[in-house]
């Protein structure tokens, strides 16, 4: 038993999502019996352990997805509503608030990226609040699927508090950081925090490869986060040179140290026809320097090519993509996963797997399987998204010809995920 002055609140799925699952009329039901029998609050989610996708949703799924479940149930009770689902920015929240769809929010993920997240709300400075970008991969894919200890793709101290904390330098640096990508800005904003002079050599705009894996509508949580990173190089008045560094204007600038985060080069397979016109890299698709026409295969099914070809399918597009694993997404975290799937079914895009690319013609291209079939795909574009190679060369051009301490990160080294490029970078600026 409780006392009257101790809240008693119950967590509700305002639907479970199943195909033939309770409607949210049934949850307004069981609302007003619980309120009846003397509950103090609702806290409204949504989803059950076979529709995850909205229990623990994935960026491919809306924000605030299941704010309309707890407007519904707020309508029909007295007692206060707690919305929750993704509710990972504080402009979100305040329309929830404002506009009486609830009476809180609750935050799971995000505080798991910004502890900060509510003092940083209240003092106005939304603009310094590391977003969670709902990628799973620290959290839910290391500990549920993965029986790892949690952690946070964009936050490296989570589950390391107090182990891997910002402190400030024994001994301050000239630090040259090459490449502004996301492993290249968190590098520099660390080093920056400890206290180092910090300069960022980028020869494109800042923000790398973000700006192209933030392209889709539903990767607008990539977007969030690389507009953070941006704020905060600006912030900390990190200098910007926007030209290609060479190991001769690196050893000119006298710096201490050395920092190399290029990011890597996209894979171009070695196959017949590879260097015809109708052959995009997906990158290229993704900045908005080429444009497909209306039958694309795209030759890779991991994150990067399943990306794409949503990207396309939603322009209208006849997509197909082609692996040559068993199956698509072999990269792609659980829930990410379950995501596409859906959206790849109802977008109708084909999938070949367990094939690999022979040869690209005028008119599309030839698939091989493992036992020798071939097959023949007709496209008007063919996009590359076989992944990346690192660019180990640039890294021995800088250890070999400036005699100065140099440490690498990111794509460059090991080509990763968003996880990876933070995380390496995070702890490779705290041993500086």
């Known amino acids: 038993k409780i006392g009257n002055d101790f809240p008693l609140t119950i967590r509700l799925s305002g639907t479970d999502y199943e195909p033939d699952g309770f409607p949210i009329e049934d949850t307004i039901q069981l609302a007003k019996a619980l309120e009846r029998e003397g509950i103090d609050a609702i806290h409204v989610s949504g989803g059950d352990h076979h529709t995850m996708i909205h229990q623990v949703s994935p960026m491919a799924i809306p924000v605030c997805h299941n704010v309309w479940a707890a407007e519904a149930i707020k309508k029909e009770v007295k007692i206060p509503v707690i919305a929750s689902g993704s509710i990972t920015l504080p402009r979100y929240a305040e329309d929830i608030i404002a506009s009486g769809k609830a009476d809180f929010v609750a935050l799971g993920r995000p505080l798991w990226a910004d502890p900060y997240w509510p003092q940083k709300a209240m003092e106005g400075r939304p603009e310094d609040i590391r977003p969670c970008i709902r990628c799973n991969e620290g959290c839910l894919e290391r500990t549920f699927f993965k029986f790892k200890a949690v952690t946070c793709a964009v936050n490296p101290t989570v589950g390391r508090e107090g182990e891997l904390e910002i402190t400030p330098a024994k001994k301050l640096k000239k630090i040259a950081v090459i490449g502004g990508g996301p492993a290249g800005m968190e590098a520099a904003r660390v080093c920056a925090l400890r206290g180092h002079n910090v300069t960022i050599y980028e020869k494109n705009r800042l923000g790398g490869v973000l700006h192209e894996a933030s392209t889709p509508d539903f990767k607008a949580d990539i977007r969030a986060f690389r507009d953070y990173l941006i704020t905060q190089i600006n912030k900390l008045n990190i200098k910007v040179v926007k030209e290609e560094a060479t190991p001769a204007s690196i050893k000119d600038g006298g710096y201490d140290v050395i920092v190399v985060a290029v990011g890597g080069v996209p894979i171009k397979p070695d196959v017949p026809g590879i260097d015809k016109p109708i052959v995009i890299s997906a990158l290229d698709i993704l900045n908005g320097k080429k444009e497909a026409k209306q039958k694309v295969v795209v030759v890779g099914g991991g994150l990067v090519g399943t990306e794409i070809a949503l990207f396309l399918a ?19 975290a659980t829930t990410d996963k379950l995501a596409y799937s859906e959206k790849i079914a109802k977008a109708n895009i084909k ?28 496209a008007d574009t063919v996009v590359i998204a076989v992944g990346f190679a690192p660019q180990k060369n640039i890294i021995s051009e800088f250890e070999k010809n400036t005699g100065i301490e140099v440490y690498t990160i990111g794509d460059c080294v090991q080509p990763g995920k968003i996880f990876d490029a933070i995380h390496t970078a995070y702890k490779t600026a705290l041993r500086i």
């Open 314 to 332: 939603e322009q209208g597009k006849d997509v197909s993509i082609v692996e040559m694993l068993d199956e698509i997404m072999k990269d792609v």
């Open 351 to 378: 999938i070949f797997t367990g094939q690999k690319l022979q040869e690209v013609k005028d008119n599309g291209v030839v698939i091989v399987s493992k036992n020798g079939d071939s097959t023949e795909i007709e």
